[in-house]
C-alpha cells in the first residue's frame, strides 16, 4: 500500500492519460481508486466537427464516449493491480473537478495527473491540467510522466 487510502486520477482516454491511470492503480493497492473524465459538452455537433478537433472531440455533445473513456480506463486500472475502482464522469473544467474529487476522497488522499502539456508553449502560456492542478490544489499530487 502506498499510504493513501484514495488515489484519484482523471482520464480523457488519451494514451497519456490511460497510463497516468495505470501508475495510479498500482499506487492505489488495496485502496480507492476514483477514476474521473471531466467534460464540457460542446454545441450539436457533426463527425466532420470532430475531424477538426482531432484529440479535443470527446468535448462535442452527441459525441461523448465518456462511458467508453472510463470502461477503458478501469480495464486499464483492473490490469495494473487496482483492486477498487470508482469510475465518475463529471460534467465541469477537469482541473477544478478532480480537485474537488481529491478533497472530498477518504484522507489521507493523492492525485495524479499525466504531464501532458506541462512543457508545451501552450501549456506556459495558457496553463495545462499538470501545472494548474499543481498550484491550486491542498493535497498531494504525482505528475506522472506520460508524454
Known sequence: MS???TVVVGTDGSESSLRAVERAA???GDGELIIAC???PGEHASPADA???GDDAYKLEGLNPVNDILREAEGRAAKAGAKSVDKRAIKG???ESLIDLAKKAQEPALLVV???GLNSLTGRLL???PSDAARKTTVDILIVHTT
Open 38 to 40: 471531466a467534460y464540457v
Open 3 to 5: 499510504g493513501y487510502n
Open 93 to 95: 473544467q477537469p482541473v
Open 51 to 53: 475531424d477538426v478537433l
Open 114 to 116: 499525466g504531464n501532458k
Open 26 to 28: 498500482a499506487l492505489a
Open 127 to 129: 496553463g495545462s491540467v
